[in-house]
Structures are given as C-alpha cells and as structure tokens.
C-alpha cells in the first residue's frame, strides 16, 4: 500500500505554492498576479465562492475562463465521478465500445438538431483541431478564415485561426489562414471566390472584448460558405452549455445549421478535462472512410469514463436546475442593472452581452479632469483604465473577475451559471462603488494606476 497521503502533503508544501511555480513553472505567472494584485492564497471553494485562509468569502465572477459553469464541487458532480471510479470500470482498453460515450454523445446531439456524430478529445483547442482537421480532409482545401479578436486555442492549429498576433508571434509557420471581420458578408465572398477555403471557424459571441456575431451574419455566412464548397464551424468552447440563455449560442438566431460545433470547458463539470467536436454524418464518414481508416483521428485519453461521467452528470444539472433559463433572466438582470449606470458615469461606456456572459466597456471621459489621466494610460498602454478596476474590485470587494484581452477597456463577467439576485447585487454594490472613486479622481485606485503606468513603460525604456 501507497503511503502516499495528499492532505499531509498540502499541510507540509501547499504554504510554498508561488515559490514552487516560480522556480519550476511559468515564472512570469507569479510576477504577474503580484503586479496586480491578485496573488491570493484560497483554501477552499464552493459553489459560485472562494474562501481565503481567514475564511473571508471570495465572489467568482470568471469561473475558470468558463469551466466552472456549475459553480465550484458541484455535488451531483461529485457523486457522478465518485461512483465512476468505484464501479472500476475496465476504461480505455481501446479495443472496445463503453456506454457512456455514447451516452454522452446521445445527449448533447439531442441539444443540437442537424448534427449527427461526436469526436470526444480534451479540451477546446482539441475540439478545434479536430474541426480543422475535419474541414480540411471532407472539403479538400486548404485555408482557414477566422475572425480578428478571435480566440479558438494555443495549439498549433488553433494558433492559425487566432486573431491576437500577440499569441501568434513567433510561432510561424502556420496553416494556411485569413482573418476576416465578424459580420462582414463581403469580406467572406471575396475569400471564398478565391477557391481554396475550407472554413470559417468563428464565436457566435467573441471571448475577446464579448462582441456578438450581428444578426442574421451566422446563417447568411453559412449559405455563402456552402455555395463555395466550405463548412461553417461555430466555436462553443466558452458560450455552449447554456450561458447566453440558449444551449448553444448560435441558436439565438434561426436557420443557424453549423457543419461542425466545438464544446468544451462547462462540459467538465470543473473536474475533469474533457472537449468534443460534433458535426454532420457526412463528414465524419469521409474521415472515417473504411476500417483502415478507422484511428486517423483519435485521442489516447478522449472519451474516459471519469470525463463522461462528469460531462452526463453536467447536462443533468443544466437541465434539472434550469440553468439556461436562468442564465438568460440572472443575465438579463445584470446587464440591466449596469447598463443603468452608462449615463451616470462618464468612464463607462457600453454594457453588453447575452446571458451570463457580460461585457463592461470603458471609454474616453468627456470632462477636462478625468481626459488627461485617461491620456496618459492610454499612452502607456491600453488596458491599464479596466485593469484598474478589476484589481479593486478583488481587493477591497473580493470578488474576482478579467480584464476581457490584452490592450482592451473591457471586463468581462462570466460568473457560473448557478448566480443569482444575491450575486448580481453584491457585483453592482462594488461596481458602483469603484466607479465612484474613479469618477472623483483621487484616492489608492488611481495611485495604482501610476503603478500599472510605471510597470508598463518600463520594458519599452528596457528594450530601447
């Protein structure tokens, strides 16, 4: 028997976690959460919280990027993975057919009418080189279009559709890509004529800055794709599993009849990594077109119990706690309750999203006061105005949430889908609160702003 014992080990290392990343992981990552503020140390969490070593309670407004979706341990989760691991179940044999698969599968198809099959992987970026794999092989071509601002993943496939140049600098070669602007129909026509385009792979609501496809691009995008021979792939890593009020995004808008979704993240339950690709028959029997054929694409750890077991106990809680409807009404709320707050302060300029996936906008003040401190962030770099506000926002409000992408002044909130009343007050109380202290234009906010400005200026002069 193992001696082996997790909780000793906690008690004995866990107090050096920021030393051992620092000296054996991504060095910077620590650096970062100290220049901001963010090197916190929890203990525990549960449900939509965390709770620091003095037990004080932390409000998730981030939920892991998305994967949290039904809050932190959920407990039919739990008991889900719990009883897959006692059933000893004989997993990934890889020479034979398990239940839960395709169970699994059964369940999400039923989600998304039109879409036959089911590729389980590991993650999103999987469930992206699986759709540009599929695309490429059933359709014979080879470029990618994708969106600016887009986010699909950091491998090297999902690299290619990436519409940040900051991740993709300095990883060239990579496939054949053309960034096209979300919601441009001409822009679309004018690459397709060209021949040699596979796909567009794109977020019905775009992570970055949270900017929605507009209506009608989605399903307009689709029939010219298909005239020119090429799939339309909706990337639902972050919006799928109901958190802009509908199941899967795309189905905001009808006629929507994607050739291949990706789904990721709130599939997990928060536990366990699991991503899937779904798409039409037609594909996948042209990717898997005979016997010799039949591991051309697979994955050694995709489809493991614990993660289908994780993602069956998921869809049960999406739907016994109806959890995309209230998605759409907390959401709702939300963004009701801030967009209130538009024409009250002159830093804020724009509230939008759908759901529970909330996008809060800043912008250029009108008064003289306010002007020059936004020139000079602005001139340091853009970003610093909306970091300021997410740093006191977990500091003094402990409620944690992001800055929506590098060089942008906009949060975004994407709080797990359990939230409610509760949550939604206590986030606008400290909002609030915030937008006060920097309407005023004094005060420790803005003293950390000179910091952010100090920090940023400093590699610029450094690589002078």
Same mark, same amino acid.
């Given at each position: 028997?193992?001696?082996?014992?997790?909780?000793?080990?906690?008690? @004995?290392?866990?107090?050096?976690?920021?030393?051992?990343?620092?000296?054996?992981?991504?060095?910077? &990552? =620590?650096?970062?959460?100290?220049?901001?503020?963010?090197?916190?140390?929890?203990?525990?969490?549960?449900?939509?919280?965390?709770?620091?070593?003095?037990?004080? #309670?932390?409000?998730?407004?981030? /939920?892991?990027?998305?994967?949290?979706?039904?809050?932190?341990?959920?407990?039919?989760?739990?008991?889900?993975?719990?009883?897959?691991?006692?059933?000893?179940?004989?997993?990934?044999?890889?020479?034979?057919?398990?239940?839960?698969?395709?169970?699994? /599968?059964?369940?999400?198809?039923?989600?998304?009418?039109?879409?036959?099959?089911?590729?389980?992987?590991?993650?999103?970026?999987?469930?992206?080189?699986?759709?540009?794999?599929?695309?490429?092989?059933?359709?014979?071509? =080879?470029?990618?279009?994708?969106?600016?601002?887009? *986010?699909?993943?950091?491998?090297?496939?999902?690299?290619?559709?990436?519409?940040? /140049?900051?991740?993709?600098?300095?990883?060239?070669?990579?496939?054949?890509?053309?960034?096209? =602007? &979300?919601?441009?129909?001409?822009?679309?026509?004018?690459?397709?004529?060209?021949?040699?385009? /596979?796909?567009?792979?794109?977020? =019905?609501?775009?992570?970055?800055?949270?900017?929605?496809?507009?209506?009608?691009?989605?399903?307009?995008?689709?029939?010219?794709?298909?005239?020119?021979?090429?799939?339309?792939?909706?990337?639902?890593?972050?919006?799928?599993?109901?958190?802009?009020?509908?199941?899967?995004?795309?189905?905001?808008?009808?006629?929507?009849?994607?050739?291949?979704?990706?789904?990721?993240?709130?599939?997990?339950?928060?536990?366990?990594?699991?991503?899937?690709?779904?798409?039409?028959?037609?594909?996948?029997?042209?990717?898997?077109?005979?016997?010799?054929?039949?591991?051309?694409?697979?994955?050694? *750890?995709?489809?493991?119990?614990?993660?289908?077991?994780?993602?069956?106990?998921?869809?049960?809680?999406?739907?016994?706690?109806?959890?995309?409807?209230?998605?759409?009404?907390?959401?709702?709320?939300?963004?009701?309750?801030?967009?209130?707050?538009?024409?009250?302060?002159?830093? &804020?300029?724009?509230?939008?999203?759908?759901?529970?996936?909330?996008?809060?906008?800043?912008? !250029?003040?009108?008064?003289?006061?306010? !002007?020059?401190?936004?020139?000079?962030?602005?001139?340091?770099?853009?970003?610093?105005?909306?970091?300021?506000?997410?740093?006191?926002?977990?500091?003094?409000?402990?409620?944690?949430?992001?800055?929506?992408?590098?060089? &942008?002044?906009?949060?975004?909130?994407?709080?797990?889908?359990?939230?409610?009343?509760? #949550?939604?007050?206590? *986030?606008?109380?400290?909002?609030? #609160?915030?937008? @006060?202290?920097?309407?005023?234009?004094?005060?420790?906010?803005?003293?950390?702003?000179?910091?952010?400005?100090?920090?940023?200026?400093?590699?610029?002069?450094?690589?002078?």
């Amino acid at each position: 028997m193992s001696g082996f014992d997790l909780a000793a080990l906690l008690a @004995e290392r866990g107090g050096e976690a920021y030393a051992l990343h620092a000296r054996h992981l991504n060095h910077q &990552l =620590p650096r970062m959460l100290r220049t901001i503020g963010f090197d916190q140390v929890y203990e525990r969490a549960e449900g939509a919280y965390f709770y620091d070593t003095e037990g004080r #309670e932390h409000l998730d407004m981030l /939920a892991g990027f998305g994967v949290m979706a039904l809050g932190r341990h959920h407990p039919v989760v739990r008991k889900a993975l719990h009883d897959v691991l006692d059933a000893s179940l004989p997993d990934l044999t890889r020479f034979d057919c398990g239940p839960l698969p395709g169970l699994l /599968a059964e369940q999400l198809l039923g989600h998304a009418p039109g879409l036959d099959r089911v590729f389980f992987g590991n993650s999103g970026t999987e469930a992206v080189e699986t759709a540009l794999k599929f695309a490429r092989y059933a359709t014979g071509k =080879p470029r990618i279009l994708h969106c600016p601002h887009s *986010f699909h993943g950091l491998t090297t496939g999902a690299l290619s559709v990436n519409g940040e /140049a900051a991740f993709r600098d300095g990883f060239a070669p990579l496939l054949p890509d053309t960034p096209v =602007p &979300l919601g441009d129909l001409a822009a679309l026509r004018r690459e397709l004529a060209k021949g040699d385009v /596979a796909a567009l792979v794109v977020e =019905p609501i775009q992570g970055k800055g949270v900017h929605a496809a507009p209506h009608g691009y989605l399903r307009a995008a689709r029939e010219t794709l298909h005239r020119h021979g090429a799939l339309l792939v909706v990337d639902e890593v972050q919006t799928g599993l109901g958190r802009t009020g509908d199941f899967f995004a795309y189905q905001h808008e009808d006629g929507v009849d994607p050739d291949l979704v990706c789904v990721a993240k709130a599939l997990s339950g928060g536990y366990v990594p699991v991503g899937a690709t779904l798409g039409k028959e037609w594909i996948f029997r042209e990717v898997y077109s005979s016997m010799d054929r039949v591991l051309v694409h697979s994955a050694s *750890f995709g489809a493991n119990a614990q993660a289908m077991a994780a993602g069956l106990a998921t869809l049960r809680v999406i739907e016994d706690e109806g959890l995309t409807e209230r998605a759409h009404r907390v959401g709702g709320l939300l963004r009701e309750r801030l967009a209130a707050l538009v024409d009250r302060y002159e830093l &804020l300029h724009e509230v939008r999203g759908r759901g529970l996936m909330v996008g809060i906008e800043f912008g !250029r003040p009108s008064s003289l006061r306010l !002007r020059g401190r936004w020139t000079m962030l602005q001139a340091a770099r853009r970003g610093l105005f909306a970091q300021m506000v997410v740093v006191p926002l977990l500091r003094r409000h402990r409620i944690l949430t992001q800055v929506s992408g590098d060089h &942008l002044e906009v949060i975004k909130l994407i709080p797990p889908l359990i939230v409610g009343e509760r #949550e939604v007050d206590r *986030f606008v109380t400290a909002f609030t #609160e915030v937008m @006060e202290e920097a309407h005023r234009g004094g005060g420790l906010m803005w003293d950390f702003g000179r910091t952010l400005m100090r920090q940023a200026v400093a590699p610029a002069r450094q690589g002078g």
